[in-house]
């Protein structure tokens, strides 16, 4: 059974500071990762997608990382703002025709203080 | 952009009522999905569709079913609403059948049963 860990669980940072989100799977036969965002109170946002081939995806001030043998992913957030705080989750792509079903980590939860 | 809607922002019923959730996404994807979110235990998927009047079992399925008359519409119901279904649930959509696209959220639906 897949299992998703998410380190660290929270995270404080000043503005400004470049971080780094962990995530680690257990079964390294996966489609994809994804990484979301979640708001307090909110529905999930999608940020990136890789997919299984990809060992990268770039969006803005958010790279994304994926090396499946190590069974690991890595999120870097470049420069963060207070408007980055915010729950993140990453989420694992199961094999096969399983249409696209997620497996989801704990979330790390994020604080970016003026 | 994406867009998926869930009928209602919060929900408060009782125990042994029946329940309905509603979710309508206007891209016209394939697949849906249907979780619920809890402290300490993350997102677990209850139940997805990839068709119309397809669905399979998620990982939790017990005490719930859905149902998908329409492309657009994925309702889930909680047959005989229980203390410990309360939770905020979260309807998810994406596009194609082998999971390849990305998934996109709704703002969720916190339910309390009392």
């Known amino acids: 059974k897949q299992e998703v860990t998410q380190i660290p669980a929270a995270l404080s940072v000043p503005e400004g500071e470049n971080l780094v989100l962990n995530c680690s799977f257990t079964d390294s036969a996966i489609y994809n990762l994804q990484w979301f965002r979640q708001d307090p109170g909110k529905g999930l946002t999608s940020l990136l997608l890789i997919q299984s081939s990809q060992r990268e995806q770039t969006s803005g001030r958010l790279n994304a990382s994926l090396d499946k043998s190590s069974g690991r992913s890595t999120l870097y957030i470049a420069a963060s703002q207070p408007g980055d705080s915010a729950t993140y989750l990453c989420a694992v792509g199961r094999g096969g025709t399983s249409y696209g079903k997620l497996t989801f980590g704990q979330g790390t939860i994020l604080t970016v203080h003026p | 952009d994406v867009k998926v809607t869930q009928s209602s922002r919060y929900l408060v019923k009782r125990t042994g009522e029946k329940v309905f959730l509603e979710c309508v996404q206007d891209m016209d994807h394939e697949n849906m999905f249907w979780y619920r979110q809890d402290p300490g235990l993350g997102l677990r998927l209850i139940y997805f569709s990839y068709d119309v009047k397809m669905k399979e079992k998620g990982d939790i399925p017990e005490g719930y079913s859905v149902s998908r008359e329409k492309k657009e519409r994925f309702s889930l119901i909680l047959e005989s609403a229980s203390t410990n279904q309360t939770s905020m649930y979260l309807c998810?959509?994406?596009?194609?059948?082998?999971?390849?696209?990305?998934?996109?959220f709704g703002d969720g639906t916190r339910l309390s049963i009392l």
């Open positions: 998810a959509s994406s596009g194609g059948g082998t999971g390849y696209q990305p998934q996109h």
